[in-house]
């Protein structure tokens, strides 16, 4: 029988456009919460226009629906020598790999790391708008994570001010087959947190007491958010969850957006003094550079192991 599907508790983020206190206080308290039971929530009232949204998820769609050959055009124009982090531009999951989806990855438009498609018409207005959105509101749910960690007053952004490592990803998922239904293996975010919108289709899920629990597709306009390994699992020494979810494919196509506020790869990550020594407690993790888990990762991906449980996690790292 499948798992009855899970609402996710909702902050709503207007207190703090208008500047109520007392509301605000309320808002941060309701993320804590969501933050250290499930590291899932989802934002309203958040700043990014639905029509935006809305207009994304069309013109990805409109381009996921070209041909392979013109979706395969869309490289940057130096691909050898691009200094991105990850790579950009247009992308398929490699066939040995479990995962069935195909994506096109943005970075910040003024890093002039990204290509995009000549086709649809607007994609390029409205991808670079959305990226710029969704910076903002990354900045915003960064201070208030801040406050809900207790930290000194703009402690995660100076512990991270380079915004150059962020990146959006535009997803679409194959429909299902007979034979196999995965779409994203089951994983958990590396980054600080992740935001994530999508159609209506449906199939995002999260491990919640050893089971799979469908997450009913958002249709207020609101974003989800997912607390990534950074945030969570290491500087907070794992006083809140970074939840291990994954992608089951539906009979029609999926799309989707992502977009990633991560750190700087050169960043060493350890459990914060904060949530170890000040208050008594071991640390859970050793001290690792961030870019050194990124590319263990991204070999998760192009060179999976044989057993499932040999993935690389931020368990890599854990004492
Ligand atoms: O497409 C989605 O809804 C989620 C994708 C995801 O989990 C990821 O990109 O890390
Ligand atoms: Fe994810």
Redesign the pocket.
């Known amino acids: 029988m499948a798992a009855a599907s899970v609402e996710l508790p909702v902050v709503d983020l207007s207190p703090f456009f208008t500047g109520d206190k007392g509301a605000m206080a309320c808002a941060t308290e309701a993320m804590r919460e969501a933050c250290e039971t499930r590291g899932f929530f989802r934002v309203v009232n958040h700043g990014v226009p639905a029509e935006l949204m809305g207009r994304a998820l069309e013109l990805s769609a409109a381009f996921f629906a070209l041909p392979d050959e013109e979706k395969a055009k869309v490289r940057p124009a130096e691909a050898d020598g691009c200094k991105a982090p990850l790579p950009t531009g247009y992308g398929q999951q490699a066939a040995h790999t479990a995962d069935k989806n195909e994506h096109l990855a943005i970075f910040d438009p003024k890093l002039g790391f990204n290509a995009y498609p000549a086709q649809p018409a607007g994609f390029r207005e409205t991808v670079d708008e959305c990226f710029a959105k969704l910076t903002n509101l990354g900045l915003l749910i960064q201070e208030i994570l801040n406050e809900c960690m207790g930290l000194p007053p703009g402690f995660l952004k100076s512990y991270n001010n380079d915004r150059n490592f962020d990146f959006m990803?535009a997803?679409r998922y194959f429909p299902a087959t007979e034979e196999e239904n995965i779409g994203?293996t089951e994983?958990e975010?590396g980054t600080c947190f992740?935001f994530?919108f999508?159609d209506l289709v449906g199939g995002?899920e999260v491990l919640e007491d050893g089971h799979w629990v469908p997450m009913k597709p958002v249709d207020d306009d609101g974003i989800i958010v997912n607390i990534g390994d950074v945030i969570k699992v290491v500087l907070s020494n794992n006083k809140m969850k970074s939840p291990t979810?994954r992608?089951v494919r539906k009979p029609v196509h999926r799309h989707?957006f992502?977009f990633f506020f991560s750190v700087h790869v050169d960043k060493w990550i350890e459990p914060l003094p904060e949530f170890t020594t000040k208050i008594g407690e071991a640390p859970h993790y050793m001290k690792f550079l961030y870019g050194e888990y990124q590319q263990l990762r991204m070999r998760n991906k192009t060179h999976p192991p044989a057993r499932r449980e040999d993935s690389v996690r931020v368990t890599r790292y854990a004492i």
């Open positions: 990803a997803l994203f994983h975010d992740t994530i999508e995002l979810h992608v989707s992502a």
